[in-house]
């Protein structure tokens, strides 16, 4: 079974500033996606980083997949209210994926 | 159409109830999924079916019962559940080995 430790679990910030979720693991992913919840509502897809070293940018998100594809971080520059959510990182194929514990992120004005 | 639709939104059953959930996506996806997400928690793999056939099914208990009647159409059927059952299911989708979208889930309720 190939496990993904996010971290922090929990992260409460101001409006503004800027913020890093880490997603790890033992194990080599051929793909890793981000996703991002609000509550009583499905996971919605960010990105999905596929080749190590790869960055991607959605507007004030950055994401990040390890040279080794066992690790990726997202980066969050100038927090806004409206970032607020759960945010997953997720790896696996066909056969159903496996996710992190999510990190729960409060932006407060 | 780009989206993974799913009724009803809410669901409230007694222990001896019967009742479905239904999924349905258009995207031409041949992978369908069925997760169960408790409050605060990340969404768990309960049953994969690729080519509207059932490939996977992580040791769920008998009282959840999946079916897949083609291949934009993916149901679960209910029985007998218990209150710690009571959760968000999402379904999802995906090309066989692509990027899966999810549907917006059912918040279920077991009394």
């Known amino acids: 079974t190939q496990l993904l430790e996010q971290s922090p679990q929990f992260l409460s910030i101001q409006e503004g500033e800027n913020l890093t979720v880490y997603c790890n693991s033992s194990?080599?992913?051929?793909?890793l996606q981000w996703y991002r919840q609000e509550p009583g509502e499905g996971p919605v897809l960010l990105v999905t980083?596929?080749?190590?070293?790869e960055v991607k940018k959605l507007k004030r998100l950055t994401f990040q997949f390890g040279d080794a594809r066992k690790d990726s971080s997202l980066h969050i520059t100038a927090a806004q209210p409206g970032d607020t959510g759960l945010y997953l990182c997720?790896?696996?194929?066909?056969?159903?994926?496996?996710f992190g514990k999510g990190t729960h992120l409060i932006i407060q004005p | 159409d780009t989206e993974v639709t799913q009724t009803p939104k809410h669901l409230v059953m007694g222990m001896t109830n019967k009742k479905s959930l239904k999924c349905e996506q258009h995207?031409?996806?041949?992978?369908m999924y069925w997760y169960k997400q408790k409050a605060k928690k990340p969404p768990e793999l309960m049953f994969v079916?690729?080519?509207?056939?059932?490939?996977i099914n992580e040791s769920v208990p008998s009282r959840f019962s999946p079916e897949c009647p083609n291949s934009s159409l993916l149901n679960l059927h209910l029985h007998a559940l218990q209150p710690e059952d009571s959760a968000l299911y999402l379904c999802?989708?995906?090309?066989?080995?692509?990027?899966?979208?999810f549907g917006p889930g059912t918040r279920l309720t077991v009394l």
């Open positions: 999802a989708s995906s090309q066989v080995r692509g990027e899966q979208f």
């Open positions: 194990s080599v992913f051929s793909s």
């Open positions: 980083v596929v080749t190590g070293g």
């Open positions: 997720a790896g696996g194929g066909a056969d159903g994926l496996t």
């Open positions: 995207m031409g996806h041949r992978a």
């Open positions: 079916y690729s080519y509207e056939k059932l490939s």
